[in-house]
Nanobody, 130 residues
Framework: QVQLVESGGGLVQAGGSLSLSCAAS????????MGWFRQAPGKEREFVAS????????YYADSVKGRFTISRDNAKNTVYLQMNSLKPEDTAVYYC???????????????????????WGQGTQVTVSS
């Protein structure tokens, strides 16, 4: 099992930037595909970004493409989400998720689906004011 702890959330004005981090336990971090998901009150959890175990196979939701950047530092067991040009509709709890990466899915968008991830962080609140 892997434990995930998100940090970096907060309150920012529209147009501002925020950087989220997700620290993972364990020492085989590169075996895991990682994802960022978000959930606003009354809405379903939605995909934001995902990244393969070696830092490739990156996907973004259309709503964040060009504004958000996902990256990882396997030496630090950490995945990041750099969020720029934030909009009020980005307001949500942001969750980090991990899945043991299977080679069969490693070049697909499989890890954009919440159900593909077995491990989840506690979430960090991002609030964007207008």
């Amino acid at each position: 099992q892997v434990q995930l702890v998100e940090s970096g959330g907060g309150l920012v004005q529209a147009g501002g930037s925020l950087s989220l981090s997700c620290a993972a336990s364990g020492r085989t971090f590169s075996d895991y595909a990682m994802g960022w998901f978000r959930q606003a009150p009354g809405k379903e959890r939605e995909f934001v970004a995902s990244i393969g175990g070696s830092g490739g196979n990156i996907y973004y939701a259309d709503s964040v493409k060009g504004r958000f950047t996902i990256s990882r530092d396997n030496a630090k067991n950490t995945v990041y989400l750099q969020m720029n040009s934030l909009k009020p509709e980005d307001t949500a709890v942001y969750y980090c998720a991990a899945a043991i990466e299977l080679r069969y899915y490693s070049k697909t968008n499989y890890y954009t689906y919440p159900g593909s991830h077995d491990y989840w962080g506690q979430g960090t609140q991002v609030t964007v004011s207008s």
